[in-house]
């Protein structure tokens, strides 16, 4: 069967012999890996901020977030840095894939010979290796490949048309699935957790989320903050500044996902989903001064412990800045009142109407109670001092915001000008678009500040949603003068302002003299900050206490003051924020556990 | 497509060797085979499988009658038991047991051959796995979807890319996402270029089993010219990554089309050259023709798929069959071959290797510009895949090659099971085949059933 070409036909491949041979001489040198070949880690230590997503991902276990001396813990940045083991490591480059920083990437040196097996378990980075500076390798494929969404879920809000004579709450909360889609982005670092004043469990909150364990969300929410309702709407969310996905997209709506949970638990529901045993016997009492955030959570805390609480509050009710500060499109009144509700339910008495100092002395106080916290905050609203301030028709944004909330009738004028640029600037100015868009059917409000927008103190959705409800935002110029005629306010005069701050960060505006404006306006509202008023501190109770060279209490880790009976927190030690308030109530009842069982001194 | 054009595109690569299209086996595979298949086509005497006499699900045992069967007599094969499975009488001392594996050069994989053998001549075979068993498929119920990618792919290293495409369209499939048009395109540029570098391996391979050795280090230099070009598209050589739930990691880089098909001309010559020392050859002619006998009755029962069917006559593709990706926009036709024999399979295989090569030109032709390589997909991390089952295949080089995935509607797979064509071919068919056949032919006929164990344990 075999034909004479099946004999000679394989000595065709004699022809070889006549070839050059294919073969690399020096594969070593002269065969680098391709462009995108995935070979040996490379991390950009500046870049990175441990946020460990490469080691959720790797699915050999190769990599472990390890400490490292190089690189110090700071906000935003967990301090470790992946440790690649090459004994597991499969060069998959999922870790590169799903970095959130884009730190991560692998060269394409593919060649390592060492003789201690050890040496193959190493940190890129920070052990030095020849790759380092490779620019060749696998990177993350760009533009449109992610392993992650990055575009947060949008928050269903109210138009700026609906929203404009009206105090109902603009944003409207996430959906079911909207909260779950917006729970799946969350990679699970815990950077929030760590920078959150209250350092709130939010990886496992927003988990529960995932899980539409709701319940257990909420325990963990109550575990650090007894205001989950207040917070999930105006917290300053310092969590979502530092969260690990903003880095190449939207942080995870945190705060949105807090909100969602705290709203999934109705009022009656609470006492079941906390289940909590609130303490019978309650041999000790402590008073707290103001009932705002660092009170209500103190008291809170201190009732679980078994404490009796007697809280006691100038205004007739409860809740401090977050009642009489923050309008009511931003925070309505029955999610505070849910908040505080629930904790007066566990047995904390409070006395309205009462202001320490003047209805009741502190000394008094002192006497009566085992201990006391004064949570007072920030309702002196400060002035710009300059010329026609004194004015009867220039108001300051918190007493107005303050007298709104009771119900008062406030001063509306058709032509408001209003100085500020932090939130309380733009909550007063926003609350008066509204009286104004009421009463005048238009809006004439010009808010001015003297930080340019990219720095303006205020949230960047504030004064976003400000300028949709018609509001006229002056950034970047200082005030001068308040034209008066007549005994009439006129408007104000303004001059450019270069920068706001010195090179040591001292508050000292520089302006530019021939660039000037004139804001016109029949009222004017101050609206740059607030001071405290401490004036309920005794000289006696005073003299015992320290003070920095800048006339700021000092207090221990505990909120604890030299005079040890006495605790402050709040906003006139730390913020201000509802957060750090939350914070400082929690840390503050601890403090005065261990002070009433003798384990804490002020030192 | 005419038949002429059809008919055009296989005479251009093979001439006039290609089998005419009008295919009487050429019909769905849960077709009743027993009825369908041409029993007189064994030349035997005894009965045929699938006819009335052996419709007992023993029966392929006592088939020993192809027409490859050695002159005998019938006292030298032991006689069949009730079950229907030779027994072997030890003490005649006419029959010696040996065991081919699980390591040795004529096995393709780690597994086993219990072999009964009288003289050189095998009367009883029992193939034995479980050397190789990993537990991927229960390492997949504790990895989130995204992580099964790097490992699904190693249940099968040489052609590791039909396993991330089928594990990744089976995710696409429950979760209801759609891989965009251009990662389509180059997932089967990848495949096409997976099974490519395998059948550049298995060609000449089979020459090799039969101490033919020198197309194979051909076959490895064309194949690592392949490899070049998956390190420049995918940064992999051999385990790739480059196909993940919603679409592909990479596009073309720059260059990469013009290189890929000056490396198809080398496929060409290569063909030519293994043409010219292989298949031309008195020897390995001699060796292949006859051996291993597949009987297209078979084909059916025994669930034989890939080019084992095609080289018996039957025109079986899950890419023509149940067009998948973009298939469909292809022109292209399935070498289909009737002598089912070694030299049969090992022809087939050279076909496809030179189709594939053409396919791989207009893939590389097709793939648009423009356009995303990935759609969208939720935090890999986090993805739950919404409850639900699916079976995903795909066509690899050895033929049908599935996925099975269950999801609880958890980020965690509650199964995904393989089921690859050596789940057949490599057990209860290779032991039938191995069945009168000489010893020394074990491992070729091994090698042209291209069976690979990692795939019969997962």
Known sequence: MSKLKDILSPFTAWNNLARDPVTIKDPINDRPGAARYRGFHQNDIEKCIGCGACESICETGAIRMVEVDEVETKEGDSGLRPEVDYGRCCFCALCVDICSTGSLTLSNEYIWVDEDPEAFTFVPGIDKKPWDNNQDGWKKPEPDYELNIKERVRMPEMQAEERENSFVEIVKGYSREQAIAEADRCIDCGLCQATCPAHMDIPDYIRAVREENLKEGFRIMYKTNPLPEVCGRICTHKCEDVCAMGHRGDPIAIRWLKRYIADSVDENEYQEALQQENPKDKDKSIAIVGAGPTGLSAAYYLALMGYSVKMFEAQPRAGGMMRYGIPEYRLPYNALDQDIDYILSLGVDIQYNTRVGKDITLDALHEKYDSVLVGTGLHAGKSTRIPGTDHEHVYQAVDLLREFSKGNEIPISEKIVIIGGGNVAMDITRTLARLQNQKYGQVNITTTSLETEDVMPADQEEIDEAREEKVNLKPGWGPQKIEIENNKIKGLHVQRCLSVFDENGRFNPQFDESQTDFFEGDMLIEAIGQGMDISYLSKSIRDGLDFTQRGRLVVNDYFQSKQEWLFIGGDIIQGPDVIHGIANGHKAARGIDMYLRGDLRYE | ?458
Not at chain 2, 9 to 26: A, C, Y
Not at chain 2, 53 to 59: D, L, N, P, V
Not at chain 2, 69 to 83: C, L, M, S
Not at chain 2, 166 to 194: C, D, N, Q, T, Y
Request: net charge neutral; with cysteine.
């Open chain 2, 1 to 458: 497509m005419t038949m002429k054009k059809k008919n055009d595109i296989l005479s251009r690569l093979f001439g006039k060797e290609h089998r005419p299209q009008e295919n009487k086996h050429n019909q769905p595979a849960d077709a009743d085979s027993g009825k369908s298949s041409d029993a007189g086509k064994g030349g035997g005497t005894g009965s045929v499988p699938g006819s009335d006499s052996g419709a007992s699900g023993e029966a392929h045992y006592s088939d020993h009658n192809h027409n490859i069967a050695p002159d005998h007599t019938e006292d030298k094969y032991p006689r069949n038991g009730k079950d229907g499975k030779p027994e072997v009488d030890l003490s005649s001392g006419k029959y010696t047991k040996v065991w081919q594996g699980p390591n040795h050069p004529g096995v393709t994989g780690n597994m086993s051959l219990e072999l009964t053998i009288c003289g050189d001549e095998i009367v009883d075979a029992k193939t034995h796995v479980g050397y190789l068993h990993r537990g991927f498929e229960k390492l997949f119920e504790r990895r989130l979807y995204m992580q099964v990618m790097p490992t699904c792919l190693r249940m099968c290293v040489p052609e590791s890319d039909t396993n991330e495409y089928v594990f990744s369209e089976a995710v696409e499939e429950l979760s209801g996402i759609e891989a965009p048009e251009k990662a389509k395109w180059l997932r089967m540029l990848v495949l096409e270029m997976s099974r490519l570098q395998m059948l550049l391996r298995v060609v000449p391979g089979q020459g090799g089993a039969f101490g033919l050795g020198i197309g194979v280090q051909w076959g490895m230099y064309v194949r690592e010219l392949i490899l070049d070009l998956f390190e420049e598209l995918t940064g992999g050589r051999i385990y790739h990554m480059y196909m993940l739930p919603g679409g592909v990691r990479g596009d073309l880089p720059e260059g990469f089309r013009e290189r890929a098909i000056k490396t198809m001309d080398e496929v060409y010559r290569f063909a030519q050259r293994i043409d010219d020392v292989m298949f031309n050859n008195s020897v390995f002619k001699k060796r292949a023709t006859g051996t291993g006998y597949i009987d297209p009755s078979w084909v059916d029962r025994f669930g034989i798929v890939g080019p084992n069917a095609r080289a018996a006559g039957y025109n079986r593709d899950v890419r023509k069959d149940h067009p998948y990706l973009l298939y469909d926009q292809l022109e292209w036709e399935v070498p289909v071959l009737e002598k089912s024999d070694v030299y049969t399979r090992a022809r087939i295989r050279w076909m496809d290797m030179q189709v594939t090569a053409d396919l791989i030109k207009q893939i590389l032709n097709k793939i648009p510009e423009k356009g995303s390589f990935k759609a969208p997909t939720p935090n890999a991390l986090n993805w739950r895949i919404p409850r639900g089952e699916t079976y995903v295949k795909a066509e690899a080089s050895r033929g049908e090659f599935g996925y099975y995935v269950v999801s609880d509607g958890s980020a965690y797979p509650r199964r995904i099971t393989l089921r690859g064509p050596s789940y057949t071919h490599a057990i209860a068919l290779l032991e039938k085949m191995l069945i009168r056949t000489n010893i020394a032919d074990v491992g070729a006929i091994m090698v042209s059933l291209q069976t690979c164990p990692p795939e019969i344990e997962r």
